[in-house]
């Protein structure tokens, strides 16, 4: 944003501006102030300014000494109690939430974030600078494949049993509630957690599999494990899905063969190429029953899920041979392994050949945490970004005090928003879900929005993280603010648990199983929630803009539904943008449309909604998906390639 270049010569004039930018300490010798003409180095006419804001001014004028060391010294952002904080959380809670549970989740909400701030927050940099280390053989040559995580991993996993971060979910003391009030203490816990959420989201995704089952006698122990608030009971769960040969793809990615034994269990012989959490206690994975002939079924139909654990009773790992930890962009704080599986003792916990519909359920799960971390490091950046505006000084100025700077951090703040409000809505749903208090239509709704969040919410993280990051000029760049590890985490939220790609074309299939209702029910509860708007002048021009879009949207479902699969697959990408703006441009009318609403609600909604709301769209008016121009992509994409003359 305000950055300053970095020339090769010093006059004063010149080093006073470096000053200004941060570049050069106050120290610098011989630099003496230069008339600023035209520079207004109050904190803006008619604001007012803190006195803190007022120190940062006045330093600017301090006499000039000489230091022996030149370094940058800016104040360091600083934010408080993540809850107190965040003040569309509190609004959302009071607006939904029973007087109450109200009452009870807002004192644990607030008692979690000064936690966060005095604990964890320590402990998530400490998991950061100290990954875990593979040992593969001990000091007389025997191997070991040990993975050694630090101290501060371990402790966090204990403050995630004792917060119930897992069991709140499950307790179900607020009913349908208890979901949505476990996904806001991982919102606020995600950014400080040091990588923990990963697995966290795997072991929510394994009990709920295990509940879905009904919770048979012999997972009954597993489930109590992985929900347990006692930090010397409580367990995590792996998911190992992902083998050589394809990640999203497991029908035709998945070679491990499951061999039954002769006490009813089975051995599990393969490679798992990428297994998040591998110093996790249990796990779910996918595997092939062998037949008395050593023949298994190929394709999704010939998959069984499987539950182990990753030790036996002695400590030994249970038939796994670590293989390596993976070099990762991102998420280093977690151990990521290459597994041979050679004769895991495993129990078969789905219908032989119901592998893929059992872990459906898991997927759900980890996809909504995937939500979570992706809003919880947006409003981490834009915190960090707007208490820096309030302590940087560039060009004469707080950053706070030049409008560009601000309107690009309000930019932001509005996709933070609507994201935030799409992940409420999916746990909200989720909530009557598992509490037997959801209709047909709330569960179609969740089938459809858990993707469609999933796949925007990451690509969103992408942007607003790597934006904010810029908001820091090169200090954002700079390894040991801890900026650098938030973006890089961030980066991976659209790749895991499905790329944008592979859940548009999930979206897609929720359509054609609901034999399009999904989409009758996405137009009626986008039309109630813009009713609510009906007597506010002031949003209605935002009222009329996703109405709009809803009647383009109906349009090009109808024009493109008879063209065939091609054109929707082409159109899938597009599609499912369409359907994460108009759903969360109604969330945040819909907020704004409350008797105590803010003018930031407002205004929040109204800016939401000047985007394209439906880009599907245009692009369908712009003949994108048409067959040739499916011919032109690879034409684009391949010329100058060797492969461009052969046949693609």
């Known amino acids: 944003m305000f950055a300053c270049r970095l020339p090769w010569w010093r006059s004063s004039a010149v080093c006073k501006r470096w000053q200004l930018c941060g570049f050069l300490p106050r120290s610098w010798e011989r630099c003496q102030p230069p008339i600023r003409e035209g520079i207004n180095t109050t904190a803006g006419q008619g604001q007012q300014v803190s006195a803190q804001e007022k120190q940062v001014l006045e330093d600017l004028e301090m006499p000039l000494a000489r230091r022996e060391t030149e370094t940058l010294f800016q104040e360091q952002p600083e934010t408080g109690n993540q809850y107190l904080e965040d003040a569309l959380l509190q609004s959302y809670l009071k607006t939904h939430l029973p007087p109450k549970i109200l009452e009870e989740v807002n004192q644990d909400l607030e008692r979690f974030g000064n936690r966060l701030l005095t604990e964890i927050q320590a402990l998530g940099r400490e998991c950061e600078l100290n990954p875990p280390v593979f040992q593969q053989y001990d000091a007389w040559g025997r191997r070991v494949d040990h993975i050694i995580t630090c101290s501060a991993w371990r402790r966090i996993k204990e403050i995630a049993a004792e917060e119930g971060l897992i069991a709140e979910a499950y307790e179900r003391r607020y009913s349908s509630w208890s979901r949505l ?3 806001v203490k991982l919102y606020l816990f995600s950014s400080s957690s040091g990588g923990f959420s990963c697995p966290l989201a795997m072991t929510d995704g394994a009990a709920k599999v295990i509940e879905s089952l009904g919770v048979p006698g012999s997972l009954k122990n597993a489930f109590d494990h992985l929900t347990s608030r006692d930090p010397k009971r409580f367990w995590t769960s792996g998911q190992w899905m992902t083998e050589r040969r394809g990640g999203s793809d497991v029908a035709n990615g998945t070679e ?19 297994t998040s959490a591998a110093d996790s206690d249990v796990t779910l994975t996918l595997a092939r029953v062998a037949d008395a002939e050593g023949q ?29 930890l993976k070099d990762k962009l991102g998420t280093r704080q977690m151990a990521t392994a290459e597994l041979w599986l050679d004769g895991a003792k495993a129990e078969l916990i789905s219908a032989e050949g119901r592998g893929v519909a059992s872990i459906s359920n898991m997927l759900n799960i980890t996809r909504i945490h995937n939500v979570i971390g992706a809003v919880a490091s947006m409003r981490r950046m834009i915190s960090l970004s707007r208490e820096y505006a309030r302590r940087r000084v560039a060009f004469g100025k707080l950053l706070k005090d030049h409008p560009l700077h601000v309107q690009t951090i309000a ?47 990451g690509k969103q993280a992408s942007a607003v993280v790597v934006e904010a990051m810029e908001s820091f000029g090169g200090q954002g760049y700079m390894e040991d603010t801890g900026l650098p590890v938030i973006v890089r985490d961030a980066l991976v939220l659209s790749i895991w648990e499905g790329t944008t790609n592979i859940l548009s074309l999930d979206v897609l299939r ?17 039309q109630k929630k813009l009713e609510l708007a009906s007597s506010s002048a002031k949003l209605g021009p935002a009222v009329q803009r996703v109405r709009g879009a809803t009647s383009h949207l109906t349009q090009f479902m109808q024009e493109a539904g008879s063209r065939g699969a091609a054109t929707m697959e082409l159109a899938a ?25 803010s003018s930031t609600d407002i205004s929040a909604a109204r800016r939401w909604c000047n985007q394209e709301l439906c880009p599907v769209g245009t692009e369908w008016r712009n003949s994108s998906y048409e067959a040739e121009e499916a011919l032109v992509d690879s034409a684009l994409v391949y010329e100058g390639s060797p492969a461009r003359h052969a046949r693609l």
Not at 297 to 323: A, C, P, T, W, Y
Not at 447 to 454: E, G, H, N, Y
Not at 510 to 518: D, M, R
Request: net charge positive; hydrophobic share 45%.
């Open 296 to 324: 298994v079924e190929q394709g999704s139909s010939g998959l069984s899920l499987f539950f182990l654990k990753v030790r036996d009773e002695e400590g030994k790992l249970n038939g796994i041979q670590v293989q390596r």
């Open 411 to 457: 930019q932001m703040e509005v996709q933070t928003r609507g994201a935030f409000l799409l992940l409420m809505e999916i746990v909200r749903l989720l909530g009557l879900a598992e509490t037997n208090m959801a209709s047909e239509q709330d569960q179609l709704l969740l089938r459809l929005l858990i993707p469609v969040a999933k796949l925007y919410t």
């Open 510 to 526: 929720s359509l054609t199983k609901s034999q399009g209702q999904v989409m009758t029910v996405f137009f009626s509860t986008v």
């Open 573 to 597: 990408r597009d599609f499912s943008y369409t359907l994460a703006r108009i759903y969360a441009g109604a969330l945040l009318i819909e907020h704004a449309a409350r008797p105590d609403a």
């Open 181 to 183: 009030h476990q996904a």
């Open 256 to 274: 491990t063969v499951a061999r039954k034994q002769p006490d009813g269990t089975y051995s599990l012989h393969g490679f798992k190429w990428f």
